[in-house]
């Protein structure tokens, strides 16, 4: 079983940046395929950016050359780095883990861990 916990989220002003931490529990993070989901209040959560087992790295387009996905091996941590960030970025931020690597990365489906969230606000 595999745990996850989200950290770095807050309140920032438009523009700003803002890193986000995933911790992993357990030994197989390193097989994880590691996403980052967003849902704003009132909308559906989507896709934000997932980083595969080979470290390819895919990016939803509204966030595209914004935010960098990346993952540390050997401390079971994913990271969102989140630079030039807009009021529409608001939401509660989400880490998932996928076993499968299916390649529907976009998919929350394929998802077999989630971490609690956390919060980010942009203001304008």
């Known amino acids: 079983q595999v745990q996850l916990a989200e950290s770095g989220g807050g309140l920032v002003q438009a523009g700003g940046s803002l890193r986000l931490s995933c911790a992993a529990s357990?030994?197989?993070?390193?097989?994880?395929?590691m996403g980052w989901f967003r849902q704003a209040p009132g909308k559906e959560r989507e896709f934000v950016a997932t980083i595969r087992r080979s470290a390819n790295t895919y990016y939803a387009d509204s966030v595209k050359g914004r935010f960098t996905i990346s993952r540390d091996n050997a401390r079971n941590t994913a990271h969102l780095q989140m630079n030039s960030l807009k009021p529409e970025d608001t939401a509660v931020y989400y880490c998932?883990?996928?076993?499968?690597?299916?390649?529907?990365?976009?998919?929350?489906?394929?998802?077999?861990?989630w971490g609690q969230g956390t919060q980010v606000t942009v203001s304008s």
């Open positions: 357990g030994r197989t993070f390193s097989r994880l395929v």
């Open positions: 998932a883990g996928d076993l499968s690597d299916s390649g529907r990365y976009y998919d929350l489906d394929e998802y077999d861990y």
